[in-house]
């Protein structure tokens, strides 16, 4: 299954985090150097599982720190 940077970023909108945020978030770094804060970063991870149908174990959490991350483990996942 392939994910885009752009359904990753609508994800996170719908979820309620700020537009010039999500806007400037950089695919290769981390998204908690990018101001994504300790309650978007959960509320994302649950809105993933729920969109592609997956579970985000904790250890898998600790591993998902960029976007680029996150692509990853859902096309590895589908």
């Known amino acids: 299954m392939a994910v885009t940077i752009a359904e990753l970023k609508e994800l ?24 994504v804060d300790s309650v978007d970063c959960p509320a994302f ?11 985000i174990s904790d250890s898998d959490s600790l591993r998902l720190k960029t976007l680029n991350d996150f692509i990853a483990f859902v096309e590895r996942a589908a």
Do not use: H
């Open 12 to 35: 996170m909108l719908q979820i309620g985090m700020d537009k010039g945020l999500v806007a400037e978030i950089d695919p290769d770094s981390p998204l908690a150097t990018q101001g």
């Open 45 to 55: 991870a649950v809105a993933l599982e729920g969109k592609y149908n997956l579970t």
